[in-house]
């Protein structure tokens, strides 16, 4: 198709899918590979390779997270407003190229730096491809759920094989090769999205009204770009001082609930009842990815000190295990979670949100349960059961598929996906 393709004609598509889905899912799959896989060996990196303390090294690990959701927030806001869906995304995956290909030239000197610029990257890329994804449908189309889940098993597949060969690499070849690993797999997924745009027509291009100049409008954008570049150093800072951090993070929170009901005094009351729910809902969310992101964190340290490396008779890097067995459970169960969902709807016997909600804290607490019992198997030298760890997170897999499925924001029209990008933010405050 031609540039000047329609959204409607787009929108129009037959069969279950429209032909631009697997493209993005494709270009979502190698950056998910990047992310997921720099979080699989951030922590163990600061402390094998830079020998930062174990709880130093988490604490940053929990900074570098922080500032991801913080910038995700600020990327969608000016994709919103200024750059569109395309720009952002690009300019966010440019960055992490080079944030990685920094890292990779000098892994024991240029970390920092390079973490910044994945941080501002992540921020740019991550909300806004899910946000092109929704505008393939028309609202109310009851293919889309379908599409998203398609999006779904992308973004696993990509962390599981992030999970998988960053770890690879970096104990078995070099620090340096796992991260130039990430950046090439997002020059992949870059070109990629490149050879999309050809088909996408009118979306995810700028959003600034057609009474601006495009001087302006250029000048706008520049703005953006030389901003972002600009706070690469304030966030270097901050990272590389938890306690900085945490003084950020206790000032802009606040600030960002304040933002929250600013923009929520727009709406007319029933839509402000349905926005306060959602809010509840998210906050709610934020206690429970709190604690599942200590796979990135105190697990990860967890694996690589007090796991052996045997799985059901097989010898695997414990922390393969634990940064890839989550991803491989969702792509298994998420299909068969569904279909009990559907099952149980066509009887009437469905649990609705809250109790979904309820459920999925409930396997999250198992799960760390199981996680605490791991002690009645260790050693004399303190390792324990990778069996018994990876029951862990499948348990703790089906907590996320009781939050995911209803409400991981993939699956929101273009509206309620920019409302959600306003309060995502939320989840890098706490």
């Not at 889905?21 to 992310?35: G, H, P």
């Not at 966010?92 to 973490?115: E, H, K, R």
């Not at 806004?128 to 759920?145: A, C, F, H, P, W």
Request: glycine content about 10%; hydrophobic content about 50%; charged content about 15%.
């Amino acid at each position: 198709m031609h540039q000047d393709e329609s959204v409607a004609r787009i929108q129009d598509f037959k069969g279950a899918y429209p032909k631009q889905l697997l493209l993005l899912c494709l270009t979502e799959m190698w950056e998910r590979f990047c992310f997921y896989g720099m979080r699989g060996i951030l922590t163990i990196f600061m402390v094998e390779k830079l020998l930062i303390g174990e709880k130093t090294a988490n604490l940053q690990y929990g900074a570098i997270q922080a500032f991801i959701y913080a910038f995700a927030f600020i990327g969608g806001l000016f994709a919103d407003k200024i750059l569109g869906f395309r720009k952002s995304l690009f300019f966010g995956g440019i960055l992490m190229v080079l944030g990685n290909f920094i890292i990779a030239f000098s892994p024991d000197t240029l970390f920092y730096i390079g973490i910044c610029f994945t941080i501002v990257g992540t921020g740019f890329f991550k909300p806004n491809i899910s946000s092109m994804v929704g505008t393939l449908y028309k609202e109310g189309d009851v293919r889309q759920d379908a599409g998203f889940a398609l999006f779904y098993t992308a973004i696993n597949v990509g962390a599981f094989l992030g999970g998988v060969i960053m770890v690879y690499l970096a104990h078995n070849v070099s620090w340096a090769s796992a991260f130039f690993a990430a950046g090439v797999v997002m020059v992949i997924g870059l070109i990629t999205f490149i050879y999309t745009q050809r088909t996408m027509g009118t979306i995810g291009l700028s959003p600034q009204h057609p009474s601006v100049s495009p001087q302006k409008k250029t000048i706008y954008e520049v703005l953006v770009y030389i901003g972002s570049l600009l706070a690469i150093p304030l966030i270097l800072l901050l990272v590389s001082n938890t306690e900085y951090t945490d003084y950020f993070m206790y000032t802009i929170g606040p600030v960002t609930l304040l933002y929250f009901f600013y923009e929520w005094s727009k709406y007319s009351w029933p839509e402000k009842k349905k926005l306060l729910a959602a809010l509840i809902f998210i906050l709610f969310s934020i206690v429970f990815w709190a604690f599942f992101e200590q796979s990135g964190g105190s697990l990860s340290i967890f694996a690589l000190h007090n796991l052996h490396d045997q799985l059901l008779g097989m010898t695997i890097d414990p922390n393969m295990v634990n940064n890839s067995s989550n991803t491989i459970f969702v792509i298994i169960f998420s299909f068969l979670v569904g279909l009990v969902w559907v099952w149980m709807a066509k009887r009437k016997i469905e649990p609705n949100t809250i109790i979904k909600f309820g459920l999925g804290f409930l396997f999250l607490a198992a799960s760390f349960y199981i996680l605490f019992f791991t002690r009645t198997f260790a050693d004399a030298s303190g390792k324990t059961s990778l069996n018994v760890f990876t029951f862990a997170y499948l348990v703790m897999t089906f907590g996320e598929l009781c939050l995911s499925i209803i409400g991981g924001g993939y699956g929101e029209p273009e509206r309620k996906c920019q409302f959600k990008r306003k309060v995502d933010f939320l989840y890098g405050w706490l």
